[in-house]
């Protein structure tokens, strides 16, 4: 903290406990979705044009976990976004997704990390007229304290990244009501037993 202007990078919020696995064909919640393990609202005005908010405001979203995958290659989504109602599967405002990516057959213990850089541009009104930047990245590779990579090489354990985000994020962010910051995770079938698990989820303010 430099004083220059008496703000400081903050942990606004650190998931509890572990989130439910989720082993389904269809997008659902990985980050806290109960009382034990709850979810983390942005309170109502937090982007609002104030003194300490409105546009230039940021924030630093980080989380992983561990994922396994059966004797079949399946595809895999994992977006990063905004509700406005808790434990929405279909998340309202994407701030960072994949694509389907295609796993690989017969994996376990494989770690995935993301990071994703959120800078509100337009703070908005009362309605969808609020607006961002994001940009970030989804690593994922071998793990659980034995990754043994060759350097150079590209095979099962490599970390391979996949760079996520997209400029000008606007569509349903209102300002003016709590936004949830929620993770979620779909695999394209369930053949094989696929199964994801977000063990570490904190949101950063950063100003």
Not at 46 to 55: C, I, K, L
Request: neutral net charge; contains cysteine; proline residues 4%.
């Amino acid at each position: 903290m430099s004083f220059y202007t008496g703000t400081q990078c903050e942990l606004l919020y650190a998931m509890p406990a572990s989130g439910v696995a989720v082993t389904a064909a269809a997008a659902t919640i990985l980050s806290g979705t109960t009382a034990a393990n709850p979810p983390f609202g942005l309170p109502a005005g937090f982007f609002a044009q104030a003194s300490a908010g409105g546009a230039g405001r940021s924030l630093l979203i980080k989380g992983g976990g561990w994922y396994t995958v059966g004797t079949t290659a399946v595809t895999n989504i994992i977006k990063i976004g905004l509700n406005t109602t808790q434990n929405t599967a279909a998340i309202a405002v994407t701030l960072a997704a994949t694509g389907a990516w295609t796993t690989v057959a017969s994996q376990s213990n494989v770690e995935f990390e993301f990071e994703v850089m959120v800078t509100c541009t337009a703070p908005g009104k009362a309605g969808t007229n609020g607006s961002f930047n994001s940009m970030g990245h989804l690593l994922i590779g071998q793990a659980n304290n034995a990754a043994n990579p060759t350097l150079q090489t590209v095979g099962a354990q490599w970390a391979t990244p996949i760079m996520i985000g997209a400029a000008q994020t606007a569509a349903g962010f209102d300002p003016t009501v709590t936004q949830y910051v929620e993770v979620s995770n779909q695999w394209s079938v369930t053949t094989g037993a696929p199964t994801a698990t977000l063990t570490n989820f904190y949101v950063f303010g950063l100003n």
